[in-house]
């Protein structure tokens, strides 16, 4: 296994401290006021405050070094507080959805040795509070927005009056297990060390080197994944930069306003929905407003393939100026009017998409990674992007395509990664590690991908999600899934023909876009009844035929659909924490209507 010279810091308590030394009067987190919608910011040193206090109150209830430190709550400054005071006594911080299903919660705890555990609020206290007694490990719990002996404040007090030095912990010291919900089986805990998440702070930085303390960004990811959690806390503190947490998935376009951010990290599907809402409004309004905003659209895509000849064009670029100045300019105000750029990971970014934010002057930077590699692995830069691709592997890491599966002739395989970033193990789980980890201390992905000339890295599917037809061909069915969605009328939709003659389509449409079409074409309104009509039938297989038209082989192109009235969600149990799809869950439950699709 090789050794790596980590930069310095190589732990997260240090590298806070640094921080503090300079930015201690920096805002650092926003909580919005309901009372006066506006946002409510605390100072670094502030928090830095907090944290010593919660530090001390675990040390004198005896948390020491190895310890675990849990927590079920969304995004905020007492997450942020007590998570760095985890860190400072050596313990392993263990954070959880609020949204999670209660027997996850207690698998989690039970496995990771919890001893402490945070929660939010009266309600979640009550669900978990006679764990106490059950699960040997776990000693005390604590109400965040609570009073009396179980709660932060008070062990905020206790540490107060009991104040304990914070410890500089080893790079190879576990500073959290980070679980990942999976597609399949039970969670596992990925052990992430401060050598893994500082690495993937300074690689990151080094990434973006243009963000600095004036970085200012909206947070909606949850720090419970690692995503956010390197992303929006860990780098975020490094640059010395200023964090607002948005109050709700419903309110981020007002909250976007009130912040003003610079700097966004999203997901795809927040793109998605922002370009499927701009066409809908644009259609649905008409008039000059309409002709100036398709006008500008089609500007845009000509003189990007002009500049590729190396040409230009003064009409062309009057008219997308045109477009910019009446229209796009307004788009770029919905975001705050301060936003420079976005990084958008988690799952594959439509290249027309990209293409359009970046023509608007909203330019979206592809990454990729996952929880096992803490997350960051690549990501395009305004110094070397190609849309498209995840972009270039980061500092210190080294990128293999493994051609096992796929053959030696074929340009792509199973990607894995060697770097200071790559996990120490699945908690409690060695064959799980056994079979992630090569000896040579690389980690198999499980991502299908290739790697260009120019050493841009293409996310093409996964490895394991293949299926073979029964003419012997293999379908990828994520790329498909992802073309499919771009689509205004579908909501969710996953591809299915293992040893069949043709693929098929599960498809949840968008019934609000549905509902519209419903109405000016007089069909049935009741979802259950719309989707039988042989004339929405048709509509959704024409659409989905033209979509994919030109960019799959014809035998990858699903012959039949079936239209749901349940989508796929967390709560129902075909979606994981990081919306990723659990196919076997899919499976179980539509098995005999897909059987029917190929009988009919």
């Known amino acids: 296994m090789k050794a790596y010279t980590l930069d310095k810091p190589d732990n997260l308590v240090e590298i806070l401290e640094e921080t503090l030394a300079r930015f201690a009067d920096r805002p650092w987190m926003g909580t919005k006021n309901k009372a006066t919608n506006a946002f409510d910011w605390v ?33 905020s400054v007492e997450w942020a507080a007590c998570c760095y005071a985890s860190y400072g006594l050596g313990a392993r911080f263990i954070p959880m959805y609020m949204a999670e299903l209660e027997k996850i919660w207690k698998y989690i705890i039970t496995d990771s040795g919890t001893r402490v555990l945070f929660v939010r609020n009266e309600a979640t206290y009550a669900k978990v509070k ?13 109400i965040i927005d609570g009073t009396g002996t179980e709660s932060l404040a008070e062990l905020e007090k206790l540490g107060a009056a009991n104040p304990v030095p914070a410890i500089h912990p080893d790079p190879e010291d576990i500073a959290g297990l980070i679980y990942t919900s999976g597609t399949t089986g039970d969670p596992k805990g990925v052990l992430l060390s401060h050598g893994n998440f500082s690495s993937n702070v300074h690689a990151c930085i080094k990434n973006m080197p243009m963000l600095d303390e ?28 200023s964090c607002g947490f948005a109050e709700s998935p419903a309110t981020i376009v007002d909250d976007l306003l009130l912040v003003k951010p610079t700097l966004l990290v999203a997901v795809p599907r927040i793109f998605n929905r922002v370009y499927d809402g701009l066409h809908t409004k644009m259609n649905e309004e008409g008039g000059l407003a309409k002709a100036l905003f398709f006008m500008g659209k089609n500007a845009g895509i000509k003189r990007r393939a002009l500049a590729r000849e190396g040409k230009s064009s003064g009409w062309t670029n009057f008219k997308f100026n045109l477009a910019n100045k009446i229209v796009f300019s ?48 690549s990501g395009n830069t305004p110094m070397a992007y190609k849309i498209g691709s995840v972009g270039k592997p980061m500092d210190k890491m080294t990128f293999v395509i493994d051609k096992t599966e796929t053959g030696p002739e074929s340009r792509e395989g199973e990607l894995i990664v060697y770097g200071p970033n790559v996990m120490k193990g699945y908690h409690n789980k060695p064959k799980e590690t056994a079979e992630t980890m090569t000896e040579d201390g690389g980690l198999r992905t499980g991502d299908r991908a290739y790697i260009d000339d120019d050493g841009f890295v293409y996310i093409t599917g996964r490895i394991k ?42 498809v949840y449409p968008d019934f609000i876009v549905l509902g519209k079409y419903a109405k000016e074409n007089n069909l049935p309104a009741a979802p259950a009844e719309l989707i039988k009509d042989a004339r929405v039938q048709k509509l959704f297989e024409d659409a989905i035929a033209s979509q994919l038209k030109g960019k799959f082989g014809t035998y990858e192109v699903p012959k039949k659909i079936l239209l749901m009235t349940e989508g796929f969600t967390v709560e129902n149990g075909m979606l994981t924490q990081t919306l990723k799809l659990k196919r076997r869950a899919v499976l179980q439950k539509y098995q005999a209507d897909i059987d029917r699709l190929y009988k009919s």
Not at 47 to 74: F, H, P, S
Not at 340 to 367: H, K, R, V
Not at 476 to 504: C, D, Q, R
């Open 214 to 241: 004036n970085t200012v960004t909206l947070s909606f990811l949850p720090w419970a994944h690692s995503y956010g959690q390197t992303a929006e806390l860990n780098t975020l503190i490094r640059m010395g930069g």
């Open 465 to 506: 999600e293949q299926f073979k037809l029964e003419n012997g061909k293999f379908v990828y069915p994520a790329s498909i899934e992802e073309e499919i969605k771009l689509i205004p009328l579908v909501e969710f939709a996953m591809v299915y023909g293992l040893n069949m003659p043709y693929t098929v389509a599960l």
């Open 330 to 377: 307004k788009v770029r105000e919905r975001f705050g009017g301060k936003l420079q750029m976005t990084i958008s990971s988690s799952a594959a970014l439509s290249p027309n998409i990209a293409e359009f934010f970046f023509d608007i002057g909203l330019p979206i930077y592809e990454a990729w990674g996952m929880t096992e590699i803490s997350p960051a692995g």
């Open 130 to 142: 006679n764990w106490v007694n059950e699960i040997d490990s776990l000693k005390n719990v604590f």
């Open 43 to 75: 100072t670094y040193g502030q928090v830095a405050k907090r944290i010593d206090n919660i530090r001390g109150g675990l040390a004198r209830i005896g948390v020491k070094k190895g310890d675990g430190v849990a927590i079920i709550d969304n995004n």
